[in-house]
């Protein structure tokens, strides 16, 4: 029997999707849509990017836009600021970062919150002129597709470009793949630093090399080395993914393909999945789970038996050893995010600036889009790790930009907490996170700075901080992750977090190990301080943090994260669902009771 959802979405789902939503902005917005059909239209809603917020800010909508691989081309950001300053507003402003501002996501995206339904299509109207959309930004269908940010820009093994182009416009804007039995992740890197972080997504592609026989057409004929031609391509792999505290690394499909076959293989697992996924069971029916359940070789055979028409080669030699972007090695093996200045392949430069939390107010955003115009080619990257990138940036502009005044807030040198730092949207907008995420975690930030100090060759610590299990900020592959709960202190129900360490990608992608749990929130920050003493104490010289837990014992790690009260400040310990935004009234959740959050950061 199909699950629920898939009962919401019959009729109607994909691209028809729009007019209605355009018909109800014409005729009163979120009144217009009948009560007992709000699950059904919200459901069908999130294909087109748009979320309903959370109980108790009925009538408001968060955007998710999609610009494949996180490329904005001029104009794109401005934009974005300009339509997050005149509509992204709610009724009362956040007290750490005001009112109209704009979300880096964790798939090289952006969101807008507090939006109107009757402003809709005003707002779709402006952003399409510049190009932006929001189609299959959300719900039950390929998400935003992921890359290196600087592909085209930064050095390639392979040229990730133009397959990451054919998806968005062939594969993405296909209306007959639109309903998925769960949302889906591509990915596809060129680059041998791993930035694209293949392994967490459903289908990723990976550089790689194979020696083989060209002889024989589109696919080549034969696996043999004997006379062969080392050919440049990639690997695929496939079921990877983070939430519910049931993390799995993507597994090797064993196939290798030249760049000019890639696209029918991704489209050919999309197809596989879209027709074979199970529809009855959500909490089972991600492609990870799919894919441990049909196995490697069943996934292999019917790919080629119903999907592909050539002849796909077994997986060729990949550069997961030289893996470095977060993956826990030292600053001097590589290129771990892309903060900072670094060099294009033509000679000129990017700058990557820190945005801790991923969040930008609105008149921010517009300026860094006037610094892109003034410095670059206008153009803007966004990355994995929630940061903007200014490229083509000229050798004599380099030290004006970097002189610019907002670059004291948004720096291309931060702190290493600063340059390691993620978080989700938690309570804020989300129906299902048990603590207040983006807020708690700038303020923890700025403790840290005044009160940690690290070892001078520690250039970072990466501390990723979700709201709850799903995992939308991506704690279970940081150094320090955090997770949200609820723990009893002095007989009352606070926030708290279960606190983990080790995780990380790269060659061996591996998940944080639990070493606290249900720490309330004021203790927590004397927790990691705590640990992070005991780092800058114990480990060898150069040891990076990930290589320091993995040479610990982990009753050791338990002690060294010990919970302490500090001076740090925790507002809305009690209950963030009811600190400042006007949330329905409801018993503080003990625990995620939701499917799906009304409005998660994860895309």
Not at 104 to 120: A, N, P, Y
Not at 178 to 201: W, Y
Not at 552 to 567: G, H, I, K, S, Y
Request: charged letters at 30%; a negative charge; one cysteine or more.
């Amino acid at each position: 029997m199909a699950h629920k959802k898939e009962e919401l979405k019959e009729g109607c789902y994909g691209d028809e999707v729009r007019e209605h939503i355009l018909e109800f902005a014409d005729n009163g917005g979120y009144e217009a849509i009948p009560e007992d059909e709000h699950e059904k239209w919200f459901t069908r809603f999130k294909f087109w990017g748009l979320f309903h917020q959370r109980s108790g800010q009925e009538s408001y909508f968060m955007m998710r836009l999609t610009n494949a691989s996180g490329i904005l081309e001029p104009d794109q950001l401005r934009t974005i600021g300009e339509v997050a300053r005149e509509y992204a507003k709610g009724p009362v402003e956040n007290p750490e970062f005001g009112n109209g501002w704009i979300d880096l996501t964790t798939r090289q995206s952006v969101q807008l919150h507090w939006l109107k339904l009757e402003d809709v299509p005003e707002i779709w109207e402006k952003l399409e002129a510049a190009g932006v959309h929001s189609r299959s930004a959300g719900g039950d269908t390929m998400r935003n597709i992921s890359g290196c940010p600087l592909h085209g820009k930064a050095e390639e093994f392979v040229e990730a470009g133009p397959l990451l182009e054919r998806f968005e416009e062939d594969l993405r804007k296909d209306d007959a793949l639109a309903n998925m039995p769960r949302k889906f992740n591509i990915s596809a890197s060129g680059c041998t630093v791993g930035c694209a972080q293949d392994s967490l997504n459903d289908i990723g592609f990976e550089p790689a090399t194979k020696e083989i026989d060209v002889s024989g057409g589109a696919g080549g004929s034969s696996d043999s080395s004997d006379g062969g031609e080392e050919v440049r391509g990639f690997n695929v792999c496939i079921g990877g993914g983070l939430g519910g505290r049931q993390p799995r690394a993507a597994t090797p499909l064993d196939v290798f393909v030249r760049p000019e076959n890639a696209y029918e293989v991704g489209r050919g697992f999309v197809e596989l999945y879209h027709d074979y996924g199970n529809r009855q069971n959500r909490s089972k029916n991600r492609a990870r789970f799919f894919a441990e359940d049909w196995g490697m070789e069943k996934i292999r055979e019917t790919l080629q038996e119903e999907y592909v028409d050539f002849e796909m080669h077994t997986e060729g030699e990949d550069f997961r050893e030289e893996y470095t972007y977060n993956a826990g090695r030292p600053v001097e093996a590589g290129q771990h995010d892309h903060v900072g200045v670094g060099d294009q392949k033509d000679g000129q430069n990017y700058v990557g600036l820190s945005v801790p939390v991923g969040r930008l107010p609105a008149e921010d955003a517009i300026e860094l889009a006037d610094l892109a115009d003034e410095y670059g080619s206008g153009e803007v990257r966004l990355t994995r790790r929630q940061n903007p990138v200014i490229v083509d940036v000229a050798d004599e502009d380099l030290e004006g930009l970097l002189a610019e005044p907002i670059l004291e807030e948004y720096p291309a040198e931060p702190s290493p907490f600063e340059r390691g730092a993620m978080a989700c949207t938690g309570t804020e907008f989300c129906s299902i996170a048990l603590t207040e995420t983006k807020g708690r975690m700038a303020r923890m930030l700025r403790w840290f700075n005044k009160n940690v100090e690290l070892p001078d060759d520690v250039g970072k610590i990466k501390m990723h901080y979700s709201g709850c299990t799903a995992d939308c900020g991506q704690a279970m592959t940081a150094d320090i992750g955090l997770q949200g709960m609820r723990a009893r202190k002095n007989g009352e129900m606070v926030e708290a977090f279960d606190i983990g360490v080790g995780g990380g990608v790269g060659e061996d992608p591996s998940f944080i190990d639990w070493v606290q749990q249900r720490v309330p929130a004021d203790e927590a920050p004397g927790a990691i301080r705590n640990l992070l003493e005991a780092y800058a104490a114990h480990r060898e010289d150069g040891q990076t943090f990930r290589q320091w837990v993995e040479a610990t014992a982990e009753e050791q790690l338990v002690e060294f994260c010990e919970p302490e009260e500090t001076d740090f400040e925790a507002p809305y310990m009690a209950d963030a669902k009811q600190s400042w935004y006007p949330f329905a009234e409801s018993e503080s959740a003990a625990a995620a009771t939701g499917e799906e959050s009304a409005a998660p950061s994860d895309d």
